[in-house]
């Protein structure tokens, strides 16, 4: 059985869901399909949550019916029998329904999260009436009732295998199958999600608890491209990755992956292939265990980070001091990205975080704190980097107008990490891209 996952863009257009079953009714093999919101809708359910909480009721029903007007005329060009358009209208009328007698009751953290899952409750639901005018059998795996996170927000593979097992056992006779990415539940039967972009994570782990032959990642592109396509002109395809380039590349910021989403293949030993749902022709990008190559395969960049310095003279050579520092990290869990040390200072780096007061707050015991915002982590990613010859000569050489602040190498074969000011973010990657991949 194979897992096929399709992004926003790939179900954003009626066309492009006439694509999609094409696609899924190709081969005979079985398969799970894992479909995101239309593109557009969680970004429009995210507003709506936001003008909601912040007492912006006019503007709520105003941003909910743009919506449903993008929902109604989409089902007009999707289905064309008129008991078909009637089981679409039902559809879109219940959600929208929905979001509407939110309008009325006080907000919650929960209630927001059941805004955010109606784009996927939809895509899903108009998919499947679209596949039954078309004669495609299939059932609707209903993600709630399997996908789950725990008090951590982490997904417990075992529970969902065993209720996966149970709901494919029950529909034993079908051999397709779609269902929600994105959505879960968590440890409070709660309706919750995977963060944004996280239907590749549901796919991921739907791939691993089934163990399925393959997780296919079908979105816009053809597969991950050298450098961040959105930023630099010039980029091209990279035929393999192994798991561990591929999952730095996603943590680091390369946003066709979401960032934890390449773990539970991995564990699992499942093969992922990133396919262009515009161009199914493309080889994309396969990974797996093995790298293919050695050398730089690509360059990912992460915005939104805070460096913390702390100087201490008396106190940084002390055994124990580290783990002083990070107990603090710990308490407020927030994981480190980057971590530079001398003599006298340790630098650290996190995401923006709203916890960042409190912490700089438990750290200003041990020596002087100096807080840095804007900065962006660009990772230069590929396989046995350490052994890689002139890599930091070339590194440096293509950056010298820019100004570093931190360098992490060694730690991982595949990663060398640079902290840089976001304002230098475009250019570096530009830079990179001729320095290392000869491309302008
Ligand atoms: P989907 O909606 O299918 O999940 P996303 O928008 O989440 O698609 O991810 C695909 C996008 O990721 C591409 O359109 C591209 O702009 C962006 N992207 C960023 N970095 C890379 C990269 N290194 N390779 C390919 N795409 C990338
Ligand atoms: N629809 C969700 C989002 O936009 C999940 C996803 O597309 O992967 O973040
Ligand atoms: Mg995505």
Redesign the pocket.
């Known amino acids: 059985m194979k897992v096929m996952k399709?992004?926003?863009?790939?179900v954003g257009k009626p066309e492009r869901m006439r694509q999609v079953s094409q696609l899924i009714t190709a081969d005979a093999e079985s398969k799970i399909v894992v479909l995101?919101a239309l593109?557009g809708t969680t970004n429009a359910l995210v507003e709506i949550g936001n003008a909601i909480s912040s007492s912006q009721r006019e503007k709520a029903k105003e941003l909910i019916d743009k919506l449903e007007a993008h929902y109604q005329s989409f089902i007009v060009e999707l289905v064309k029998k008129p008991s078909s358009l009637a089981k679409a209208k039902a559809i879109v009328a219940e959600h929208f329904e929905f979001l509407t007698i939110i309008l009325k009751i006080s907000f919650s953290e929960a209630l927001s999260k059941d805004i955010l899952a109606q784009g996927e409750l939809l895509s899903t639901k108009l998919f499947s009436v679209f596949l039954e005018e078309n004669g495609i059998d299939h059932f609707l795996l209903p993600a709630l009732e399997f996908m789950s996170i725990d008090s951590h927000d982490e997904p417990q593979i075992n529970s969902i295998r065993n209720r996966l097992d149970m709901l494919l056992r029950q529909h034993s006779d079908k051999t397709l199958f779609i269902t929600q990415g994105y959505i879960c539940r968590n440890a409070r039967g709660e309706v919750d999600n995977l963060k944004r972009?996280g239907?590749?994570y549901s796919a991921s782990l739907i791939a691993a608890a089934i163990t399925a032959s393959v997780c296919e990642?079908?979105?816009?592109?053809d597969?991950?491209?050298?450098?961040?396509?959105?930023v630099v002109k010039k980029?091209v395809?990279i035929e393999q990755l192994s798991f561990e380039e591929a999952a730095e590349?996603a943590y680091f910021?390369?946003?066709?992956?979401h960032p934890a989403s390449i773990w539970p293949a991995q564990f699992y030993k499942i093969p992922v292939r990133?396919l262009n749902?515009m161009q199914p022709e493309a080889k994309g990008t396969l990974i797996t265990e093995e790298a293919g190559s050695e050398g730089v395969k690509?360059?990912?960049a992460k915005d939104g980070i805070i460096a913390i310095n702390i100087r201490s003279s008396r106190m940084l050579l002390a055994y124990g001091f580290l783990r002083k520092i990070f107990e603090v990290f710990e308490k407020y869990r927030t994981p480190i990205d980057m971590i530079t040390t001398s003599e006298v200072a340790v630098s650290i780096t996190i995401e923006s975080s709203a916890e960042l007061k409190a912490i700089v707050r438990e750290l200003e015991p041990f020596g002087t704190i100096e807080v840095e915002e804007n900065h962006t982590i660009v990772s230069i990613v590929g396989n046995n980097l350490n052994s890689t010859p002139d890599i930091l000569s070339k590194l440096f050489t293509a950056l010298s107008p820019v100004p570093i602040r931190m360098v992490s190498y060694g730690g991982s074969k595949h990663n060398v990490s640079l902290l840089i000011p976001s304002a230098y973010k475009t250019q570096t990657l530009q830079l990179l891209n001729k320095g290392l991949f000869g491309l302008e």
């Open positions: 399709f992004g926003g863009t790939s995101s593109s972009g239907s590749d990642i079908w979105t816009d592109i597969g991950m491209h050298n450098n961040d396509p959105r980029t395809a590349l910021g390369a946003k066709i992956l990133l749902t690509a360059i990912a």
